[in-house]
């Protein structure tokens, strides 16, 4: 089968609500099928989704470029094999797969991380697309936080060409709210503004808000402790003004916590020389990477449920 083929099949399995053995059945997702390989879904047996919206290569000729104003056409350079490897390894680790999606469309022609409008450049043939790709991700995080009753998390992975060699995390919290102090992002009750409302108030660890977000039990610590630099986190707790930094985008809105949601949103952007410039340094990344989603999903989320 080829990887088109192997794509399609995955398309219609997450959107017709196709399970494996361990996974809950589901309705059907009410969405506009792609049916030119241009999208790939994989179910999964975790309540973890893994996500690479901006790393796809394919410029077919009959899909205009999109030109509208402020549209960023620039792909992330291998992360769709970056998030291949990271769900490879987690499976290899646990026995477990989480959900996988990529989108192969090179971003000058789709957008992974955008609203219809700006995703598609107003382009209606790509509306469909757009539809299959939402929806896809809808039923994913939905069917994966049904695997642990009802919680999930979603981490979408980026990369970045910034000055400083750290990874960016992204809760929807401005560089602004980073650099308040623990006290004052609590009393703004930033938190609840993240893209992690949710653990803030059922982390089974019964850590603190700012714990989540920059101390010990973050995601940016276990990064950190595995020899990946990361902000927030206990040692970089926020950019400096005028640092770039990346917040999280549409899909941390529509697929995290902070309306509500099942899953909690995080966004990875990575940084390229010594995670995603090589062969070895993406298997390096992806196995700690792994091991951290691992034991994040079990202090946090109390994976795998009794």
């Known amino acids: 089968m080829t990887r088109r083929a192997v794509a399609l099949v995955a398309v219609l399995a997450v959107a017709c609500g196709g399970s494996s053995p361990s996974a809950p059945a589901t309705p059907p997702a009410t969405v506009s099928l792609d049916t030119s390989g241009f999208l790939e879904f994989v179910a999964g047996t975790v309540p973890l989704v893994i996500v690479a919206p901006h790393g796809g290569s394919l410029k077919p000729s009959t899909i205009p470029d999109r030109t509208c104003a402020g549209c960023e056409t620039g792909a992330d350079l291998n992360t769709e094999d970056l998030a291949q490897r990271i769900v490879d390894a987690f499976a290899r680790r646990t026995g477990k797969r ?25 382009h209606a043939m790509l509306n469909g697309v757009w539809n299959a790709w939402q929806g896809n991700l809808d039923s994913a995080t939905s069917r994966a936080a ?28 401005t560089d602004a709210h980073l650099r308040l ?11 609840r503004q993240s893209s992690i409302a949710r653990l803030v108030g059922d982390a089974k660890s019964g ?35 005028g640092e770039s930094y990346f917040t999280g985008g549409y899909n941390t809105v529509r697929h995290g916590s902070l309306n509500g949601g099942a899953t909690d949103a995080i966004q990875a952007e990575c940084y390229l020389t010594g995670i995603r410039d090589t062969a ?21 989320y109390g994976w795998p449920s009794p």
């Not at 989108?103 to 995703?119: C, S, T």
């Not at 009802?150 to 960016?168: F, P, V």
């Not at 850590?207 to 020899?227: I, M, N, T, W």
């Not at 070895?280 to 992806?286: E, H, L, Q, S």
């Open 146 to 173: 049904r695997l642990n009753n009802g919680r999930g998390l979603y981490i979408e992975m980026h990369g970045h060409g910034h000055a400083i060699a750290r990874i960016e995390l992204g809760y929807l919290l």
């Open 181 to 191: 102090s623990d006290a004052g992002i609590t009393a703004a009750s930033a938190m």
């Open 98 to 122: 989480p959900y996988l999606a990529m989108n192969h469309l090179h971003r000058i022609k789709f957008d992974g991380n955008r609203d219809l409008d700006e995703a598609t450049g107003s």
């Open 280 to 300: 070895d340094n993406r298997a390096a990344f992806a196995e700690a990477f792994a091991a951290i989603l691992e034991e994040f999903l079990k202090k946090q």
């Open 207 to 241: 850590a603190s808000d700012v714990a989540l977000l920059r101390g010990a039990p973050s995601l940016g610590a276990l990064l950190y402790a595995a020899g990946f630099p990361a902000v927030p986190s206990p040692s970089d707790q926020a950019p400096k003004s």
